[in-house]
């Protein structure tokens, strides 16, 4: 879009949410934008623009905005019956279930849903917590988990952190993050030195025998931190040394969005004993859930209940996204479509100094922004100001990193090489700005 042709108005939907929400629930943007309809890659705010979205409401909407294939699931399902509670089967929660223990790593099998990613992880660690009888859980710097106060507790960001940690037991190893080494090594001579620190991580700060150990395969909210080849080898085989379960938080990694394969912890070539994921599974509609081994599954003692867990509405929607995924290849796509991203913004990182790291996997590409490529002091006003001109020209990004200095693009899983040349062509505007 031409940006000179850009209407504007004034929202009633910003001016009420400026005035009746949380004022912690941000809006991206100087001028808020209210989104009203949207169709494949594209949204329309309210004044009429129309943008290529770029983030998918945060890598959630994986197949397209209002998808005839998984809209159609949903509306039939929502006239057949919309609710039934987990207290009675139903053939979607049922089927969902089965084919999740078919495509997921190892001896995964049994799923737990709920509603959001936050319920799944924390049900992935009280399951563990369970399991091993155990109640130290090691999870990572630069890692987000959600808004429970076990969630919370775990999270690795003070931006994200409201409160002090409500929940004992949790400790942070240092993130896999080269551009940024905790150590100030450099890979490969550091020898993984972040993963080794594990041990010491566990000796020093825990009883010594551990729930479990969670992670992110690729670090979401932390900027789309990638952790070298052999971190998850070392960090798994030392927690388990340790009588830790291994937990894959797959909210942001999951459904092929890396590439080729399934789940994130995939492209590292362990197994996870327990997984999670939300976002991207049922394109937009609520949905969490967490999957075990019969072994761990097993020792969750007593009852237990979520009301919209395994809801037949959201399984249809579950259901119909990953048939389409198998259907249309979209894995593959994303290995494509996704290295061609990647090629192209390494062109732009060859062109704006203002770029200092571009890292990512599959649809899920990250651009670190810094004042000087030597100090690496992070640039968040460049993003503020890539996020104006972008939007300007009718490309909606997303951010994320500690310092709110990087680029998150996360386009859906069956984007274009015409949709990526659209993004970069407005990327390329917004750097010429820093
Ligand atoms: C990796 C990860 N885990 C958990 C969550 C929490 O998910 P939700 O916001 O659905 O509770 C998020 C949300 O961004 C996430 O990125």
Known sequence: MNPTEQKTTVSEAVRKHKEFLFPAV??????PVALVKGEGEYVWDDAGNRYLDCFGGVLTVSVGHANPRIN?????????????????????????????????????????????????????????????GRHEIVVLRHSYSGRSATALSSVGHSTWKPIASQVAGVVHAAAPYCYRCPFKLEYPSCG????????????????GEIAAFMAEPILGVGGF??????????AYEIARNHGGLCISDEVQTGWGRTGDKWFGIEQWNVTPDIMTSAKGMANGVPIGWTIATSEVADKFPGLTFATFGGNPVSTAA???VIKMIEDDDLRANCKTVGDYLRERLEELKEKYPVIGDVRGMGLMQGIELVKDRT??????????RVFEET????????????YGNVIRTGMMLNSTKDNVDELVAALDQGFALC
């Open 391 to 402: 939007k300007r020209r009718g490309v909606l990004i997303g951010k994320g990193g500690l």
């Open 225 to 234: 931190i990638v952790p070298p080849p052999e971190y998850f080898q070392i």
């Open 318 to 320: 579950a259901l119909a």
């Open 192 to 207: 993984v030195a972040c993963a080794q620190d594990i041990e010491e991580i566990i000796q020093t700060t825990t009883t």
């Open 375 to 384: 100090t690496k002091e992070p640039a968040p006003e460049a993003v503020l």
């Open 72 to 132: 159609e699931a949903i509306i039939a399902q929502t006239n057949k019956i919309q609710h039934t509670s987990a207290l009675y089967a139903n053939e979607n929660q049922s089927n969902l279930a089965e084919k999740l223990a078919e495509i997921t790593p190892g001896d995964l099998k049994k799923s737990f849903f709920t509603s959001s990613g936050t319920e799944a992880d924390d049900t992935a660690i009280l399951a563990a917590k369970l399991a091993t």
């Open 26 to 31: 941000a809006t991206y943007y100087q001028e």
